[in-house]
C-alpha cells in the first residue's frame, strides 16, 4: 500500500486561488473526513468535481471545490483528489496541516511525477520534460519540452534499440550455428545500421550547447579596458539603470549580471570589470572573476574606447579570441558620437552608448547569434545525464564497429551492442536505480 501524500500544487504565498493534491490508497477516504458537501466522496466515480466545505476538528476552514482522480486515470496512477480553496496562506496550511493529521504526509520534491513514472504513467524523459515545462525561459524552449513530454523523442529512441535489439539477437543465433558457418544477416548492413545509430546520438551530443542556452539563456559577456563605457551599455542594453558608471577607472570591481529578452529568447547581459593592471586587491578579484564568466559566455563584445583609437583595444581583442577559442568575439567601437570620422572596420560594430547610436544594430546582432546557436532544436532538452548517456552509447558502437572492422568473432559485436542497449534503456528510465531517481526528482519543487 502506497502512502498518501499530500502538498500544495500552486505557488506558495497569497494569490486568489490555492491547490492542494493528495495522493494515494487512502487519498479519497482522508479527503472524506474533512469534507462535508451532498455527495459521498468514497461512492463518488471518478472526474467529478464537487462544492463543499472543509471541516477540521469541528470547525469551518474553508468553503471549496473538491476534484476526484481514481487510479489509474490520474496523474500518478493512483487516487488522486485536489483541493481549490482560496489562496491565504493561513487557509491552505490549516487544510494540509488536517490532512497530514488524518493520514496524510507530506510529499517530497518531484514524488508525484516520481508515482507516475513508477507507475508506468510517462517515462524518464517525459517525467525530466515536466520540470523543463515548468522552468521554461522562453516558448522555443517550453516547445521543445512540450514535444519530449508528448513521447516524441522517446519513440526514436526506442525505434533505434529495437534495432539494437535484433542485431544483438541475431548475431547471438548465429553463434548457436558457429559450426554450420551461417550468417542470418549481412556484416555490411549491420554496420549501416550502427552507422545510423551513431550519428543519430552523435547529432544529439552537438546538440547539447544548444540546450543549455535554451535552458538558461545566451550568454553575452560585456568585456574592456576601465572607462571604455562597459556599464554605460550595460545599463543601455537594459534599459535601465542597473550598474554604477563613472569615469573613475575600476568602478566595476564584481560582475553584474541581469536578463533580457529579445523576441522571447533569454538573454543573459555580463557586465565585467575593467581589465588593466592593478594594485587594488579587490579589483585584481573582480578581474579574476571576469575571466572565469568569459569561459561561461557564448558571445564576448570586446567594448573599445573609439575616442582614444578604435586600434586602441586590439591587443585585448586578440589576447582574448586565443584564450576563449570556444566562445564567440566581436570588437564593439563605442563612443563614436564624440568623433568627428569613422573608421571603415567592417568586422566591428559602432555604437554609442551614451546616447543609444546603434543600440538595435547590436540587439538584431546578438539575436541573430543566438538564434544560430540554437539552430541544433532537437525534440530534447539534453541534459548532462542525458549527454553521458549518449556519449556512452555512441563509445560502444563505434567499438561494436571495430570490431566488425577486424573481422572478430560475434560475441564480441553483441557484447557492445548489448552495453549500448542498456545504456538507451537508462535513457528512457527502462532500466535504473533508486539513487538515479532520487537525485532527478529531488531537482523537482514539491507539489510536482
Known amino acids: 500500500m ?45 472526474h467529478r468535481i464537487y462544492y463543499g466545505r472543509f471541516i477540521y476538528n469541528s470547525k469551518f476552514i474553508d468553503d471549496i471545490t473538491l476534484s476526484i482522480f481514481r487510479n489509474p486515470n490520474s496523474y500518478t496512477g493512483e487516487d488522486v483528489i ?3 480553496c482560496h489562496g491565504g496562506m493561513i487557509i491552505y496550511n490549516e487544510i494540509i ?52 513530454l508528448f ?25 548457436d550455428f558457429a559450426d554450420e558457418d551461417l550468417e542470418f544477416v549481412p556484416r555490411t548492413r549491420i554496420r549501416n545500421q550502427i552507422n545510423e545509430i551513431i550519428k543519430f546520438a552523435q547529432s544529439l551530443i552537438e546538440s547539447y550547447k544548444s540546450a543549455q542556452i535554451l535552458r538558461s539563456g545566451y550568454f553575452v559577456a560585456i568585456v574592456g579596458y576601465p572607462n571604455s563605457g562597459k556599464s554605460t ?53 573582480g578581474i579574476r572573476l571576469a575571466e572565469s564568466i568569459l ?25 582574448l579570441q586565443n584564450h576563449y577559442k570556444n566562445s564567440k568575439l566581436v570588437l564593439i567601437q563605442n563612443k563614436i558620437d564624440k568623433i568627428g570620422k569613422i573608421d571603415n572596420q567592417n568586422d566591428s560594430i559602432h555604437i554609442s552608448a551614451k546616447i543609444g547610436t546603434g543600440i538595435d544594430e547590436l540587439n538584431q546582432f546578438i539575436l541573430s547569434e543566438a538564434l544560430e546557436s540554437i539552430n541544433r532544436e532537437q525534440d530534447i532538452l539534453l541534459n548532462m545525464r542525458h ?26 559485436i553483441a557484447i557492445d551492442i548489448r552495453s549500448a542497449i542498456k545504456q538507451l534503456g537508462e535513457l528512457t528510465g527502462e532500466i535504473y536505480n533508486e539513487d538515479i531517481l532520487n537525485n532527478i526528482f529531488s531537482q523537482f519543487c514539491i507539489g510536482k
Open 2 to 46: 502506497a502512502d498518501t501524500i499530500v502538498a500544495l500544487a500552486t505557488p506558495p504565498g497569497v494569490s486568489g486561488i490555492a491547490v492542494i493534491r493528495l495522493s494515494g490508497d487512502n487519498a479519497i477516504d482522508i479527503a472524506s473526513s474533512c469534507f462535508q458537501g451532498k455527495v459521498d466522496l468514497k461512492n463518488s466515480p471518478t
Open 82 to 84: 485536489e483541493i481549490s
Open 97 to 148: 496541516k488536517a490532512l497530514i493529521h488524518n493520514g496524510a504526509r507530506l510529499a517530497q520534491p518531484g514524488e508525484y511525477t516520481k508515482r507516475a513514472f513508477l507507475n508506468g504513467k510517462m517515462d524518464l524523459l517525459q517525467a525530466e520534460a515536466v520540470a523543463d515545462i515548468i522552468n521554461s525561459t522562453s516558448y522555443i524552449s517550453e516547445q521543445t519540452s512540450a514535444r519530449q
Open 151 to 175: 513521447g516524441e523523442f522517446t519513440s526514436e529512441i526506442n525505434r533505434f534499440r529495437k534495432e539494437l535489439i535484433d542485431i544483438a539477437s541475431l548475431l547471438e543465433i548465429e553463434l
Open 233 to 285: 551599455l550595460f545599463n543601455t542594453l537594459l534599459k535601465r539603470n542597473r550598474a554604477i558608471v563613472s569615469e573613475i577607472p575600476g568602478t566595476t570591481r564584481d560582475y553584474l549580471e541581469e536578463f533580457i529578452y529579445l523576441d522571447g529568447l533569454p538573454i543573459k547581459l555580463i557586465d565585467t570589470a575593467g581589465i588593466r593592471e592593478t594594485s587594488d586587491i579587490i579589483e585584481i578579484e
Open 295 to 319: 569561459s561561461q559566455s557564448n558571445l564576448i563584445l570586446v567594448l573599445n574606447d573609439s575616442e582614444i583609437s578604435f586600434h586602441n583595444s586590439d591587443k585585448l581583442y586578440e589576447e
Open 387 to 412: 549527454y553521458t548517456i549518449l556519449e556512452k552509447v555512441k563509445e560502444n558502437l563505434m567499438s561494436a564497429l571495430a570490431s566488425i572492422d577486424n573481422n572478430l568473432e560475434n560475441e564480441f
